[in-house]
């Protein structure tokens, strides 16, 4: 035997290291296995153990033959391999489509995404009924919607005022950096900031960028695709897929989590970066990952992660290894530090002040198998399964048919892209598992921003993405079955409609918001010395209820004492424990500290009892109230006083 050919035994003690290799990965992304074997017991939680065990093997194989290192000999047995019959009839390399840079080809493009938008709008519109005919007067809720607007309204008018102080948001008062507390939005005001600018009617603008949020991410999926496959069938069936996943309508009140359009993008940059090299794909790419931080950070975070682990592998599996090409990866790295620096700054003043989330609050939302089994509540065909197999915020259905395509795409013979998307399925599934699977904790140890996050199960967005892309190949390898455009045409239109009846949702149940404010903020004004705003306390302070005052404050530009957000500062917790007994002498020593001028008392919000009661000890009490006058409001009553000092 040639000294530097390996016998049997050490082939086969290279194959259980790679077997041990691969069980551990698994093991950490989904957090182990417990199965019962012929009556024995088999459990592995953590890949610790597999590991020492593939370092003993792979020790003892080399210590007793040295002639062909594991590495050496299993890259020859690869490369032998990929000659045989049995490769090809597994893999396919991966066919570029041709693409020209002249103007008919731009123009093409062009009309592709304007179709595209065009289509997409139109059933946005539709699914979303009946928000079409309220788009000026009614949001999904009085709850995180009105935060959203508040953060729209807030940052256009502070660039207009006072850019420098744009995290220092009137709620919480005297704290700052409250902006950032929760999401920024500041990618998405880039498009509201000029309307509201023009005076456009704000629940308008709300409701403008929330349904963007559908259209521009089916959008995106369409153009990766298209360049992807070569197909705009392909592209047509992934846009709809991405634009209207199931996941998508369990989230209406939160905007943030519609506005995932950036994933895609981000994906289309970094293929045009691999295919041609150029800085101005590497700018793109920075770009587009910083407008999802700045859209939503749980999906900027994910993403950030899914680009490193799939663009990495995307990069070894083409081959494109050179010094262009990385000189435009790192400058993609500096332009998003760049972009996200400032928020960056505001972030981590703000976790000074409210600190970050604890394991059993992730916890408590991170997600297992058995919630892919479970729709949103409100899907008309498979709304039943949230009870059954769901958990809030972990209603993770991603549609049949989405995993079916997805299924023909990886179905052999499969190709390096294809590989690579599953790999980032997994990587997607393995996130929504939080605390379940081994990776998340070690991603919470040693990666400071995955500890602001509170809800892993939002990951499923990158299986969504996923199961998007590798659906447009698997609609691919089946049109191209056809010999005739048209059929390829049809079946896409009939899959779409597929797609959209099983994630259609019920009727959208909307809440009416008032055109402007209740009147007795306009008392407010001269006594508050002008335009400088002034602190005020609502009454009945209501901790995750103060929305509809931060709404008010988009006319009034009051300082809040009261605030709502994804966090909230100890100070403001303090007020409103403080707050139960007023008028008495805690809750106004409480005012006073932070330098309250004014509280409003609002009736509709309180019991007539209740209110007639604290309107009657705040008359009558000697504290240094001074009541300044009240105003009707919703068949109810708002007292407005002085705080006397």
Same mark, same amino acid.
């Not at 197999?389 to 991603?398: D, I, K, Q, S, V």
């Not at 919000?605 to 009707?632: H, K, P, V, W």
């Given at each position: =035997?040639?000294?530097d050919?390996?016998?049997?035994?050490?082939?086969?003690?290279?194959?259980?290291?790679?077997?041990?290799?691969?069980?551990?990965?698994?093991v950490?992304?989904t957090?182990?296995?417990?199965?019962?074997?012929?009556?024995?017991?088999?459990s592995?939680?953590?890949?610790?153990?597999?590991?020492?065990?593939?370092?003993?093997?792979?020790a003892?194989?080399?210590?007793?033959?040295?002639?062909?290192?594991i590495?050496?000999?299993t890259?020859?047995?690869?490369?032998?391999w990929?000659?045989?019959?049995?490769?090809?009839?597994?893999?396919?390399?991966?066919?570029?489509?041709?693409? *020209?840079?002249?103007?008919?080809?731009?123009?093409r493009?062009?009309?592709?995404?304007? $179709?595209?938008?065009?289509?997409l709008?139109? %059933?946005?519109?539709?699914?979303?009924?009946?928000?079409?005919?309220? =788009?000026?007067?009614?949001?999904?809720?009085?709850?995180?919607?009105?935060?959203?607007?508040?953060?729209?309204?807030?940052?256009?008018?502070?660039?207009?005022?006072?850019? $420098?102080r744009?995290?220092?948001?009137?709620?919480?008062?005297?704290?700052?950096?409250t902006?950032?507390?929760?999401?920024?939005l500041?990618a998405?005001?880039?498009v509201?900031?000029?309307?509201?600018w023009?005076?456009?009617?704000?629940?308008?603008?709300?409701?403008?960028?929330?349904?963007?949020?559908?259209?521009?991410?089916?959008?995106?999926?369409?153009?990766?695709?298209?360049?992807?496959?070569?197909?705009?069938p392909?592209?047509?069936?992934?846009g709809?897929?991405?634009?209207?996943?199931?996941f998508r309508?369990?989230?209406?009140p939160q905007?943030?989590? +519609?506005?995932?359009?950036?994933?895609?993008?981000?994906?289309?940059?970094?293929?045009?970066l691999?295919?041609?090299?150029?800085?101005?794909?590497? %700018?793109?790419?920075g770009?587009a990952?910083?407008?999802q931080?700045?859209?939503?950070?749980?999906?900027?975070?994910?993403?950030a992660?899914y680009?490193?682990?799939?663009?990495?592998l995307?990069?070894? $599996?083409?081959?494109?290894f050179d010094?262009?090409?990385?000189?435009?990866i790192?400058?993609?790295?500096?332009v998003?530090?760049?972009?996200f620096?400032?928020?960056?700054?505001?972030?981590? $003043?703000?976790?000074?002040?409210?600190?970050?989330?604890?394991?059993?609050?992730?916890?408590s939302?991170?997600?297992?198998?058995?919630?892919?089994?479970?729709?949103p509540?409100?899907?008309?065909?498979?709304g039943?399964?949230?009870?059954?197999f769901?958990?809030?915020?972990?209603?993770?259905?991603?549609?049949?048919?989405?995993?079916?395509l997805?299924?023909?795409?990886?179905?052999?013979?499969? @190709?390096?892209i294809?590989?690579?998307?599953?790999?980032?399925?997994?990587?997607?599934?393995t996130?929504?598992?939080?605390?379940?699977?081994?990776?998340?904790?070690a991603?919470?140890?040693?990666?400071?921003a995955?500890?602001?996050?509170?809800?892993?199960?939002?990951?499923?967005?990158l299986?969504?993405?996923?199961?998007?892309?590798?659906?447009?190949f698997?609609?691919?390898r089946?049109a191209?079955?056809?010999?005739?455009?048209?059929?390829?045409t049809?079946?896409a239109?009939?899959?779409?409609?597929?797609?959209?009846?099983?994630?259609?949702?019920?009727?959208?149940?909307?809440?009416?918001?008032?055109?402007?404010p209740?009147?007795?903020? =306009?008392?407010?004004?001269?006594?508050?010395? *002008?335009? @400088?705003? %002034?602190p005020?306390?609502?009454?009945?302070?209501m901790?995750g209820?103060d929305?509809?005052?931060?709404?008010?404050?988009?006319?009034?530009?009051?300082?809040?004492?009261?605030?709502?957000?994804?966090?909230?500062?100890?100070?403001?917790?303090?007020?409103?424990?403080?707050?139960?007994g007023?008028?008495?002498?805690?809750s106004?020593?409480?005012?006073?500290?932070?330098?309250?001028?004014?509280?409003?008392?609002?009736?509709e919000?309180?019991?007539?009892?209740?209110?007639?009661?604290i309107?009657?000890?705040?008359?009558?009490c000697?504290?240094?109230?001074?009541? +300044? *006058?009240?105003?009707?409001w919703?068949?109810r009553?708002?007292?407005l006083?002085?705080?006397?000092?």
């Amino acid at each position: =035997m040639n000294r530097d050919t390996p016998p049997a035994w050490a082939h086969a003690a290279d194959l259980a290291t790679l077997g041990l290799l691969l069980l551990a990965a698994l093991v950490a992304f989904t957090g182990g296995f417990r199965i019962r074997l012929l009556g024995v017991l088999l459990s592995v939680r953590t890949p610790g153990r597999l590991l020492l065990w593939a370092a003993g093997i792979t020790a003892v194989r080399h210590l007793a033959f040295r002639g062909s290192p594991i590495h050496r000999d299993t890259a020859r047995r690869f490369a032998e391999w990929k000659q045989t019959d049995r490769y090809a009839a597994l893999f396919v390399p991966d066919v570029t489509p041709r693409r *020209g840079a002249d103007a008919s080809s731009r123009v093409r493009i062009a009309v592709f995404l304007i $179709a595209t938008t065009a289509l997409l709008t139109a %059933v946005a519109l539709a699914i979303t009924a009946p928000l079409v005919w309220h =788009m000026r007067d009614a949001v999904h809720d009085p709850g995180d919607p009105l935060l959203n607007l508040w953060t729209l309204d807030w940052i256009a008018y502070q660039l207009r005022t006072d850019p $420098a102080r744009l995290f220092d948001g009137n709620i919480f008062s005297p704290e700052r950096w409250t902006l950032a507390y929760s999401e920024t939005l500041l990618a998405p005001s880039a498009v509201a900031t000029p309307l509201l600018w023009m005076g456009v009617n704000r629940v308008l603008v709300y409701n403008a960028i929330f349904l963007s949020g559908f259209v521009l991410s089916g959008v995106g999926a369409a153009l990766l695709v298209r360049r992807l496959t070569g197909r705009v069938p392909a592209a047509l069936v992934a846009g709809v897929i991405f634009a209207f996943l199931p996941f998508r309508f369990s989230h209406y009140p939160q905007l943030q989590l +519609q506005q995932a359009e950036w994933i895609p993008l981000s994906l289309w940059a970094y293929h045009r970066l691999l295919d041609n090299g150029r800085l101005s794909d590497g %700018v793109l790419l920075g770009g587009a990952i910083a407008c999802q931080l700045l859209s939503c950070m749980y999906y900027g975070v994910y993403l950030a992660s899914y680009v490193a682990i799939v663009g990495g592998l995307l990069w070894f $599996a083409l081959r494109r290894f050179d010094w262009v090409r990385l000189r435009a990866i790192a400058l993609a790295v500096v332009v998003a530090i760049a972009l996200f620096a400032p928020v960056g700054r505001a972030y981590l $003043a703000a976790h000074a002040v409210v600190g970050e989330r604890g394991l059993s609050e992730i916890a408590s939302r991170s997600a297992t198998w058995q919630h892919y089994l479970a729709a949103p509540r409100n899907n008309r065909l498979f709304g039943w399964s949230a009870a059954r197999f769901g958990a809030e915020e972990r209603n993770l259905f991603p549609g049949i048919i989405a995993v079916g395509l997805s299924a023909i795409a990886l179905w052999p013979p499969v @190709s390096a892209i294809r590989l690579v998307y599953a790999a980032g399925l997994a990587w997607g599934i393995t996130l929504t598992f939080g605390v379940n699977a081994p990776a998340y904790r070690a991603l919470y140890e040693y990666v400071p921003a995955f500890r602001a996050l509170r809800i892993p199960a939002l990951a499923v967005i990158l299986v969504g993405f996923s199961l998007t892309v590798l659906a447009g190949f698997g609609f691919d390898r089946l049109a191209r079955r056809f010999r005739h455009g048209h059929a390829a045409t049809a079946m896409a239109v009939v899959i779409c409609v597929g797609v959209l009846v099983e994630s259609w949702p019920t009727p959208m149940h909307l809440a009416a918001i008032p055109a402007a404010p209740p009147s007795i903020y =306009m008392e407010l004004m001269p006594d508050a010395g *002008g335009s @400088s705003p %002034v602190p005020i306390v609502e009454i009945p302070v209501m901790v995750g209820g103060d929305q509809t005052y931060m709404y008010y404050s988009t006319f009034h530009r009051q300082r809040l004492l009261n605030g709502y957000s994804g966090f909230f500062p100890p100070s403001y917790l303090h007020l409103a424990g403080a707050m139960r007994g007023f008028p008495d002498e805690r809750s106004m020593h409480a005012l006073r500290s932070r330098g309250a001028r004014y509280a409003l008392l609002h009736g509709e919000f309180l019991e007539r009892a209740e209110y007639d009661n604290i309107t009657r000890a705040a008359d009558e009490c000697r504290c240094g109230l001074t009541l +300044q *006058g009240r105003r009707s409001w919703a068949d109810r009553e708002i007292s407005l006083y002085r705080i006397e000092y």
